[in-house]
């Protein structure tokens, strides 16, 4: 599985952005996308996910309400709508995916096995 994400930038306080995440090689059961954030000096943190079929989507508290997620299965690629962007939404954005993932274990670093590059994302006046 090959992850290649886009999107990303400067925005102000308040705005909104779009990641997307395009996802090649997939052939597995229990399959999730979703993404991961790391600030300067933090561990890297769950922030959404969804299972490939099905209708499970999840979110971290910080950005639920905000953040929301959704998926393309024509496109096999995966959207991150960031709305109300706050100073402490800025991080660099991974794009994740992963196989046979159980349901208790999606919001869990090691259940991803593929990682896209990372995408910045800077929120500041």
């Known amino acids: 599985v090959q992850l290649q994400a886009s999107g990303g930038g400067l925005v102000q306080p308040g705005g909104s952005l779009r990641l997307s995440c395009a996802s090649s090689?997939?052939?597995?059961?229990?399959?999730?996308m979703g993404w991961f954030r790391q600030a300067p000096g933090k561990e890297r943190e769950f922030v959404a996910t969804?299972?490939?079929?099905?209708?499970?989507?999840l979110y971290a508290d910080s950005v639920k309400g905000r953040f929301t997620i959704s998926r393309d299965n024509a496109k096999d690629t995966v959207t991150l709508e960031m709305n109300s962007l706050k100073p402490e939404d800025t991080a660099a954005y991974y794009c994740?995916?992963?196989?046979?993932?159980?349901?208790?274990?999606?919001?869990?670093?090691?259940?991803?096995?593929?990682w896209g590059q990372g995408t910045q994302v800077t929120v500041s006046s």
């Open positions: 969804l299972r490939w079929s099905g209708s499970i989507s």
């Open positions: 090689g997939r052939s597995c059961s229990n399959y999730a």
């Open positions: 994740v995916a992963g196989c046979r993932i159980i349901t208790s274990s999606l919001r869990t670093m090691r259940s991803y096995d593929y």
